[in-house]
């Protein structure tokens, strides 16, 4: 198709800096405080479900189903932004530098007059992998459309999106629940989307300043069905698209720096009654956060229908901290957004070719290496699952594992190295020991030269930077422990201890208690 440019290769496009005072500003006026104590009290814990069908929530007035279904907002992991030259957050976090605010931007994502949108290629390969990935159908013809809204983060007053034809359509993943069942959820479609600039609350008491670093970076929506019914799944169905886009490197999935969004979409009804009115929850920035607004807010519904108010349809935002929502806005109808075809981008052509170039590319997919895992090196589902969840730790266990234990090697990777990691916010690609130092470690235990006890010590050791061998820093330490044929003189010293102490001998052997 026309209007591409290409990012890898002899053409990527330089990106354009353009000078402004650090931030944009406006004068923004304060949401009024509301007082949530009493909310707060009333809906502190998450919804009691049924014990005859935990799909069902208990409430005054009988039992309840919630809806719920998911879009997330995944940022295309790619160096430029979705139709401009500007450098995007990958690059960014590439670089491990802070970005001062409006430095990566262009023209085009200021909405300069005279300008024209030109789609980046490598970000239509990426959402064409993730439809993949997902098992969804990819249309061969997709088109771009504009919605409209104003805002002070939207400089062209409108966004580039794909309302009409998106460039995945289908797919969905599956959810292994606490109980062991199966529970599928569907992705309705996959669009390609521009991002909006960024709000910063928390500079001046007075102003709301804007930072456009991140307007006109690529975003990949990914709209669920809504076949959710509890925080529980909502939050493993999140989970589970993370460690996808990972795995296949399509998104970073930092969602503390909002490399990936969810917005849900929340409803109760009676058992067998038609949906009900639906309430969306905006940029939950965190799987716990979700979970934590989905379960308030489906208390929340629940109250007020049964008290005889009425849920309207709006969005709301999260409190973090009170742990209620708020309401935002009134929600607007797909006609408020006046969506019609983009006249500055033809329609993206594909061939039947180039997705099966991409799909013969696809790395092993999660459930694929979780089944592997299971079946190579016969682990638990738990723990075969942790290792395709945890970021960098399938590679790591893989780098260790030949010619050791696998359930011993895991057990060091899950409860020691990760406690470890976890402990200092670090991933698997950032331990200070490496896959052959815990290696070397994980022998000596095994040929009985140190115990697991000692062994554990002399990881903590390692965690901290020692750069000794795990050998050395036992034998430094003295952990070293006798082999066959060297207790020969330990066996002596305790004879030689137990017949200078009579007394305490003879006041063990009646009830043979500690003395």
């Not at 200021?110 to 290629?121: E, R, T």
């Not at 075809?341 to 070719?353: A, G, R, S, V």
């Not at 200070?432 to 554990?456: H, M, N, T, W």
């Not at 070293?480 to 010293?493: F, R, T």
Request: neutral net charge; aromatic residues 8%.
């Amino acid at each position: 198709s026309s209007g591409i440019n290409a990012e890898y290769g002899g053409n990527e496009m330089k990106a354009t800096r353009c000078s402004f005072n650090y931030y944009h500003s406006f004068n923004a006026p304060r949401i009024q405080r509301r007082n949530v104590s009493v909310f707060r009290r009333l809906f502190s814990s998450a919804p009691r479900l049924d014990s005859k069908n935990p799909n069902f929530i208990k409430g005054k007035t009988g039992d309840w189903e919630a809806v719920i279904g998911i879009e997330i907002h995944a940022q295309i992991k790619s160096n430029t932004k979705l139709f401009s030259p500007g450098l995007t957050i990958n690059h960014q976090l590439l670089q491990s530098e802070a970005t001062p605010p409006n430095t990566n931007v262009s023209l085009i994502d200021i909405a300069h007059p005279g300008v024209l949108p030109s789609l980046n290629k490598f970000s239509v390969q990426q959402a064409v992998k993730t439809g993949l990935a997902i098992g969804g159908k990819v249309n061969l013809r997709s088109t771009f459309d504009r919605k409209h809204y104003f805002y002070c983060d939207l400089p062209q007053g409108y966004q580039i999106t794909q309302f009409h034809n998106p460039i995945v359509k289908g797919g969905g993943v599956n959810l292994i629940l606490k109980d062991g069942t199966n529970h599928f959820v569907r992705i309705s479609h996959i669009q390609m989307e521009q991002d909006s600039g960024k709000l910063v609350h928390d500079v001046h008491p007075s102003y709301t300043f804007v930072d456009f670093n991140r307007a006109g970076v690529g975003l990949m929506e990914l709209v669920s069905g809504p076949d959710m019914n509890s925080s529980e799944q909502a939050g493993l169905y999140v989970r589970k698209l993370i460690t996808l886009l990972r795995t296949i490197g399509t998104c970073g999935c930092s969602m503390q720096n909002g490399e990936l969004r969810a917005d849900v979409n929340i409803s109760v009804r009676k058992p067998g009654q038609e949906l009900g009115t639906r309430v969306e929850i905006k940029n939950l920035s965190s799987v716990k956060f979700l979970m934590r607004a989905i379960d308030y807010e489906i208390k929340r519904q629940i109250n007020l229908l049964e008290e005889g108010g009425k849920v309207s349809r709006e969005t709301r935002s999260f409190n973090s901290h009170k742990g209620v929502t708020l309401l935002l806005r009134s929600k607007e109808e797909e006609t408020d957004y006046r969506f019609f075809p983009e006249p500055d981008l033809p329609p993206l052509l594909l061939t039947e070719e180039y997705v099966k170039e991409i799909s013969d590319k696809l790395p092993e997919l999660p459930d694929q290496m979780k089944d592997r895992f299971m079946h190579k090196y016969n682990l638990t589902s738990y723990d075969a699952n942790i290792l395709v969840e945890e970021e960098g730790a399938s590679t790591y266990f893989e780098s260790l594992v030949e010619g050791r234990n696998p359930k011993k090697v895991v057990n060091w990777i899950l409860t020691d190295l990760l406690g470890w990691l976890n402990s200092d916010n670090k991933k698997f690609v950032q331990s200070p020991v490496s896959p052959s130092v815990l290696g070397s470690l994980i022998d000596l235990v095994e040929s009985q030269y140190i115990s697991a006890r000692s062994a554990k010590k002399v990881l903590e050791i390692l965690f901290r930077g020692d750069e000794r061998s795990p050998k050395q820093i036992a034998d430094d330490l003295g952990m070293v422990q006798l082999k066959e044929g060297e207790d020969q003189n330990l066996e002596q010293m305790c004879r030689e201890i137990v017949a200078s102490h009579p007394e305490e001998i003879e006041k063990y052997k009646p009830k043979g208690e500690r003395v």
